[in-house]
């Protein structure tokens, strides 16, 4: 036998010690600091320069990790990570991860392993339908969804999908001429001037519109008139993204608007609602999230963010496949199968990036079983709420000012009464101030020139007295940042126009 | 406490259920049709049209997957399995995904997770060490690795990077003008088209340079005379992707020989070495695989095809991470941190497509510290021996001819007698019938108009009594596809010089 074949006695000693390692780092995790209080170059000065002789069991590794890696990381499992957005993992994700892992199936191809694509193809339109997502989204038709790894993947791959649809086909055998234009707010994330930029439509051809306020939904008129402007220039308006949930303010733009501007020139509507999106297994959110969906082109959320599914979980759904896999497909004859030239299935390989392809949807799979619609609605509104309780919590503090908050996101400054400069600057050194203490980890942005503090809650160990933790922490660092006097004079100026915008 | 919180004692138990279970489905795995024999249709068909509705343990997932899922499944992970590439699973990997995942963090910049950048820089020069890459592919100076999901996302990662070097850092903002050239062979991989047509260079301007025999290496003076024509007419010279062991054949372009050619053009120089290119921790190899590599601008090679880590775990080098970074960098506000500023760390984000990353390293070390050098390489050794088992028995067999032999794959065809078509004809029936029969499973190509079968070995738990299997099921359906008279006039045309190239 093969030295390296899995033994099966073997596997299920070393698999058990891992099974306990995880839960008992999940009985300890909260006695972390949450963010990794080491220096550049300490892990790796850690680890021996040679490669291992070989030989080590899983113990060894157990060891490793509890001695090297454990300090070096900043525990987004934390119940007080509040920083970037979550990034949900859950028992059951994890074990359909695992059970993906110890199948190793590869679902490039219907043939390939025909569950791993049918599978994905039911858990996908389960998905659709929890999020209440229009009937184009769903299979059967046209259209239908895919797991991506991540937002920034979908966002290139639609990109790729749209200038396919307004090339009819040209763009991918004549290569691009500068002619397309893309179009998001500039509080877009930041992978949409990515995917510009890797599918070779260049910055220049990136339009970033204004939004109507600062670190709100984009200004509709002005892309409208930006869109009008490059036709008149003999441009193509290709793509609009519209986001949901922005990555800075939460912000989110008009769908159903900027598809009826978009609807002028033909061009690819895509909705990122990478965080957002999930919401939806809330009724009550639906509103917010998924208006205008049914004009949209493609629509991508992340499971893996807000929805319990260990990353990588990027749910990208299509309304109409066609330019998609007209843009990716690649059909050497060592992939041509019966299946395929029949056209009876689906290949993903021809609905994404890459080819090898793991049985990514056993882990959404697991995780719509083991919590159904009313499990992931509770986790989201504790979310929501635990935002309520930290909204309220700041507003008796005069020297916090909320700017934005959009479900389980807040945006907040202090208000030092001593002009922006010196509001920025204590912002920042509160931020750093709690996240070099290891209590809480925040994230920070800025909007037309103001810094603020993002608190984004919905990691699903967070629990009320973690929100309180937080507020005493901001509190207390707040008293060594701002002056007796500043503080002062910003109790003075604190009206009660102060209102968060957004919900 | 949140409802959606990870109960310690809840996933030990539940944990120990799957490992058990994966345990279970090794010891049971060459039991199964290697092929799946579902019909289009069939697994959907069992699942539940609605959502569930939660509250389901992971028993009732797992009863599901052996009621449903088993028999959808084509078995990547049987000894018996010889189509495409293997995809090498573990114990050490599956535990060490494992670990990722439960770990949930993410590693997009340094400070997000140290440990995350930190492992993988070191795990990354240790596989470079096992694998004796040049220096320039190590880490700590202008070079390096990186963990990729795919060599497919690897190749157009570095088209990018590519254009960004040739471009002089304007592609990004210009976009593409159709002014950009780029080169593999006719047998390269299908990703390098799809690279090409998602970057936005289109199909007109990839050169598919002819091939020196039927499935051989790069003729590398149609290399030289087509960069020079595109140079003469205005174009730019851009990518070279060498295949080292290209999936049709497993041929070896003459690494040394293109990057002295591209190196006239200032083109970067790729190396695809997905599948071939870890045989090199077998030092016996490295003259193969390694050959030219210190001229090489990046090189890509899978430890999830033939080196028994999990997908997914491509590995990337580049020489110079200067263009790499040009290319991708994005850094709004959001994504700032105090090391990144100082420059003292590697923000993996900005040497990749995607933003968020999972630990991905934790498999990658788990299985270099499992095996080691010998361990592997032992491996390897293995599935070459296999081979040279396979193919003492095919050439005891007048029908069949090897067309091609590379370390662990050979490619064949029957010889009926009848000429070409009735070849052709008669190799896929024998393929199809030996897929049908699921005792094993073959894969096919097409090289200048011939079929030729493909038989990959390399699957950690394949021993020559599969092998031997295999030959009696291969000449069992060669007695039923080709005439009795026809086989004796194959007998009688076949000849010595029937050698099979490469080695």
């Known amino acids: 036998m093969n030295a390296a074949h899995l033994d099966p006695d073997e596997f299920r000693r070393q698999g058990h010690a891992v099974v306990d390692w995880i839960a008992d780092y999940y009985r300890h995790v909260e006695e972390f600091p949450v963010r990794s209080a080491v220096h550049p170059g300490d892990i ?3 680890l021996p320069l040679d490669p291992p002789a070989g030989g080590e069991g899983v113990e060894a ?6 001695r090297i890696v454990l300090p070096g990381l900043t525990h987004w499992q934390h119940p007080s990570f509040f920083a970037y957005f979550p990034a949900n993992t859950s028992g059951p994700a994890i074990l359909g991860d695992l059970l993906s892992s110890g199948l190793g199936v590869q679902g490039m191809v219907w043939a390939t392993s025909p569950a791993a694509t049918e599978v994905e193809t039911r858990v996908m339109d389960w998905l659709a339908e929890l999020l209440d997502l229009p009937q184009r989204f769903r299979s059967g038709g046209a259209g239908g969804g895919v797991i991506n790894d991540t937002a920034s993947t979908a966002v290139l791959t639609v990109s790729v999908a749209a200038l396919h649809r307004a090339s009819h086909g040209q763009a991918r055998v004549d290569g691009l001429r500068g002619q397309y234009t893309v179009y998001c707010s500039t509080e877009a994330h930041s992978s949409v001037a990515k995917a510009v930029a890797i599918a070779g439509v260049g910055s220049q051809q990136l339009r970033l519109i204004p939004t109507v306020s600062p670190g709100g939904p984009m200004d509709v008129a002005a892309l409208a008139a930006a869109m009008t402007a490059d036709h008149a220039a ?32 033909r061009a690819w509507v895509h909705v990122d609602a990478a965080w957002a999106g999930v919401a939806a297994v809330a009724p009550e959110y639906r509103g917010l999230t998924n208006a205008g969906l049914e004009l949209a082109d493609s629509y991508a959320t992340n ?51 890459q080819l090898g392809r793991r049985f990514r949807a056993l882990k959404l799979w697991a995780v719509l079983r083991h919590y159904g619609s009313a499990g992931l609605a509770a986790h989201i509104r504790t979310g929501v709420s635990l935002v309520d309780r930290l909204l309220a919590g700041l507003q008796k503090d005069a020297r916090f000012t ?35 203490s290891g209590a809480a980890y925040l994230s ?13 809650v919905g990691t699903p160990s967070t629990e ?23 503080a002062t004079a910003a109790a003075a100026a604190h009206t009660a126009t102060d209102e968060p915008a957004g919900r």
């Not at 996101?409 to 996240?435: K, R, W």
Request: aromatic share 4%; charged share 15%; glycine share 6%.
């Open 44 to 46: 790796a000065s850690a």
């Open 61 to 66: 590794l157990l060891a490793d990790l509890d």
């Open 234 to 265: 003999g441009l193509v308006p290709t793509m609009v993204v519209s986001a949901v949930g922005t990555t800075g303010t939460g912000a989110v733009d008009p769908t159903a608007e900027i598809a009826a501007v978009a609807a002028q020139h």
């Open 303 to 353: 499971p893996h963010k807000w929805l319990l599914t260990t990353f990588d979980c990027d749910a990208l759904y299509v309304a109409d496949s066609a330019a998609l896999i007209g843009a990716m497909s690649q059909t050497p004859e060592y992939l041509r199968t019966r299946q395929s030239d029949a056209g009876t299935v689906i290949d993903y390989r021809d609905w994404h990036i």
């Open 402 to 436: 909320v700017t934005h908050r959009q479900l389980s996101l807040v945006c907040l400054h202090l208000t030092t009464g001593a002009g922006l400069d010196a509001d920025n600057t204590a912002t920042l050194a509160l931020m750093h101030a709690i996240n070099d």
């Open 444 to 456: 920070h942005t800025s909007v037309d020139g103001r810094t603020l503090l993002r608190v984004a």
């Open 464 to 486: 009320e007295r973690h929100i309180d933790a937080l507020l005493d922490a901001m509190r207390a660092a707040a008293n060594n940042v701002i002056p007796e006097t500043a």
